[in-house]
Nanobody
Framework: QVQLVESGGGLVHPGGSLNLSCAYS????????MGWFRQAPGKEREGVSF????????RYADSVKGRFTISVDKAKNTIYLQMQNLKQEDTAVYSC???????????????WGRGTQVTVSS
């Protein structure tokens, strides 16, 4: 059974850094893909960063490119999202998801964690 559990959210000042974790279980990552998504109140869910297990390729949304980094520790069954130079616009609930493609589109993912709140404020 697939399970995804996010952690690491919190309150940070603009320009600060924060690291999110997504502990996964119930599947072998080599044959699947993972995505990080975020959703702020009143806004649609946005794809942030993606990892494809077959070739370990990564992709980023333009809004976070150069500031966020996705990484994987298979030994710990954990996906990370390292966030730097955070802006108020980054405030959202961040969720990890698992699917077969590693696309930018949330409807192509099959399993979701509950999410973790990230708040960027002075």
């Amino acid at each position: 059974q697939v399970q995804l559990v996010e952690s690491g959210g919190g309150l940070v000042h603009p320009g600060g850094s924060l690291n999110l974790s997504c502990a996964y279980s119930g599947f072998i990552l080599d044959w699947y893909s993972m995505g990080w998504f975020r959703q702020a109140p009143g806004k649609e869910r946005e794809g942030v960063s993606f990892f494809r297990g077959t070739d370990e390729s990564t992709r980023y949304a333009d809004s976070v490119k150069g500031r966020f980094t996705i990484s994987v520790d298979k030994a710990k069954n954990t996906i990370y999202l390292q966030m730097q130079n955070l802006k108020q616009e980054d405030t959202a609930v961040y969720s990890c998801a698992q699917g077969p493609r590693g696309s930018y589109y949330d409807w192509e993912y099959d399993y979701w964690g509950r999410g973790t709140q990230v708040t960027v404020s002075s």
